[in-house]
């Protein structure tokens, strides 16, 4: 339990985020926030905003708390999610990045209208607001409250309520602008926190030789838990096949969430220039690379601490418990700080994709940007409320949640990927084609595990989307239409920076490394 420095450390915390985003979301007198201003911060923000809260925004209680679990259950090779982001950053950064800004899009619905029509703008607005409310919230929001249960004792539907209410309140009135800008400080907790932790853990497991000496008789005690590709005959190859890892399917996962994805995108939008928006790629994708220091290592030193746990997910906070008084409370104070800056970007998602593509096409009019703005407020409000009733139902009986993300959202991503990279590199890809191929995701997907259950759902995503491609391809083909949204490519500008360039070089090498040590 929580000791009275640990809890003054927590509320602190609280009390200095809310006000530091009271502070950054003030405006000049008579000044009314706008759309683009509420949505898109204003589109002013600098690169180690972007970057910060990408990461903030990406690390969420299901990250924390899900990927430990996998740590537990698993080990090294759950990591490859976080290392491969890095590159897939890297990827975003240098040909998506200039082809949205230039646009001048604040959703991905909108450049999907742009590029096709009005249909597949709505069918994937709607579908981007259920997954938002009903996996991620409900997921965040779910497993924060297993943490606070856990750490502090706290009833979890009074957790539910506390945490969703923390990140409304703090989130609301400034929108995009409070958000980016505070997730600095929940970066900063996060990390630091996320380090002290493992730190303590493998000081543990070292018998007080320090971190060194305790990561090296890690390895000797669960020789195991430290391959990066598993082989058919490992009890989790099922969940990361292999090869496939690397090759196959994790890659559109990994396109999905950080090239396509609005949670994620929305903070790049928000640049101030295109410039700005890669160093802030860059900042993210370095940050990447110390992710499972934060988020694997810890459920993998449990395993050797605490191998009888009752379910994985429990991993990450038994081992808070073992922290020593006031540390408890900073490492609690990081946890928080990746389940509310999660919960605002969710929120500030959702409303911004209802607010600007759902609602005008239910008739909705939001008249001028004041409010457009209490529009936004009120969705955000209301998909937090219909998460919290929802979050135990849908996740209350799951051991992993992570691993169950990963599969349902697998249904889906392959033809986001399909028709994003159709729409955005072929110009002859037609908007009913687009609409087939990401109808077909889910039909084919659900065919697949059906009669094909031992097919790895990796795998699964990355046969899918071939076949999404195919049907994309193929019906444009057989039905050609004038296309008027073409992309054009040398509009955008694909050049970077050297400083890029030569960010880019390092993660790959420092990548590259990390595989041929963990192979």
Same mark, same amino acid.
């Given at each position: 339990?929580?000791? &009275? ?52 925004? #990406?690390?969420?209680?299901?990250? =924390? ?13 759950? @990591? ?7 590159? &897939?950053?890297? +990827? ?43 996996? #991620? ?10 943490? /606070? #249960? ?16 923390? @990140? ?28 002290? =932790? ?8 070292? *018998? ?11 390895? *000797? ?11 058919? *005959? ?8 292999? !090869? ?7 890659? /559109? ?10 949670? /994620? ?43 009888? !746990? ?19 409370? !900073? ?73 169950? $993300? ?9 033809? /986001? ?21 990401? +109808?077909?995701?889910?039909?084919? %997907? ?23 491609? +195919?049907?994309?391809?193929?019906? %444009? ?32 090498? $420092? ?9």
């Amino acid at each position: 339990m929580l000791m &009275t420095i640990d809890v003054a450390i927590v509320a602190a915390y609280a009390l200095g985020l809310f006000a530091v985003a009271q502070w950054v979301s003030r405006e000049p007198a008579g000044h009314r926030k706008d759309a683009q201003g509420y949505f898109l911060a204003g589109k002013a923000l600098p690169w180690w905003a972007i970057g910060a809260s990408l990461i903030a925004a #990406n690390i969420s209680a299901e990250q =924390i708390i899900g990927m430990s679990g996998s740590g537990y259950a698993i080990g090294l090779a759950i @990591a490859s999610y976080e290392w491969m982001a890095a590159f &897939t950053l890297l +990827l975003v950064g240098k040909f998506f990045l200039p082809i949205f800004l230039q646009a001048g899009i604040y959703t991905m619905p909108q450049f999907l209208a742009q590029r096709y029509d009005e249909r597949v703008k709505t069918v994937m607005a709607v579908f981007w607001l259920g997954v938002y409310t009903l996996v #991620n919230l409900t997921s965040i929001l779910w497993l924060g409250a297993l943490a /606070i #249960n856990t750490v502090a004792g706290v009833e979890l539907s009074i957790g539910l309520v506390a945490l969703g209410v923390f @990140a409304l309140a703090y989130s609301l009135y400034g929108g995009l602008r409070a958000v980016a800008l505070t997730d600095i400080i929940q970066v900063a907790l996060l990390v630091s926190g996320g380090l002290m =932790i493992s730190w303590i853990l493998l000081d543990q497991i070292g *018998d007080g030789r320090g971190p060194i000496a305790g990561f090296v008789a890690l390895s *000797d005690q669960a020789p195991e838990k430290f391959e990066m590709i598993l082989g058919q *005959d490992h009890p989790h190859y099922m969940s990361l096949p292999g !090869l496939s890892v690397l090759l196959g399917g994790l890659w /559109i996962m990994n396109l999905s969430y950080w090239g396509f994805n609005q949670y /994620i995108i929305q903070r790049a939008l928000g640049a101030k220039s295109i410039d700005e928006a890669q160093k802030g790629i860059v900042f993210a994708a370095f940050l990447k690379l110390l992710m499972p220091l934060i988020v694997v290592l810890p459920g993998i030193a449990m395993y050797a601490l605490s191998p009888d !746990l009752s379910a994985p997910d429990k991993a990450y906070p038994s081992a808070m418990m073992l922290l020593p008084t006031g540390v408890k409370g !900073l490492v609690f104070a990081a946890l928080l700080a990746a389940i509310v800056s999660s919960l605002a970007s969710m929120c500030n998602s959702i409303s911004t994709i209802f607010t600007m593509d759902v609602a005008p096409s239910l008739g909705i009019a939001c008249g001028d940007g004041a409010q457009v703005v209490r529009t936004g407020r009120l969705v955000a409000i209301t998909a937090m409320l219909i998460a919290m009733i929802a979050a135990k139902p849908l996740l209350g009986n799951f051991e992993q949640a992570f691993q169950y $993300i990963q599969e349902f959202t697998g249904f889906f991503t392959p033809g /986001i990927v399909a028709i994003f990279m159709l729409g955005l590199f072929w110009s002859g890809t037609t908007a009913t084609a687009a609409l087939l191929a990401a +109808l077909a995701s889910a039909a084919l %997907s659900l065919l697949l595990k059906v009669v094909w259950p031992e097919l790895p759902f990796m795998d699964r995503v990355g046969l899918v989307f071939l076949l999404c491609l +195919l049907i994309g391809v193929g019906w %444009s083909l057989l039905r050609p239409l004038p296309q008027s949204g073409i992309v054009r490519l040398n509009k955008a500008g694909f050049s970077t920076t050297q400083s890029f360039n030569l960010s880019a070089v390092t993660v790959t090498l $420092i990548l590259v490394f990390f595989y041929a040590v963990w192979w």
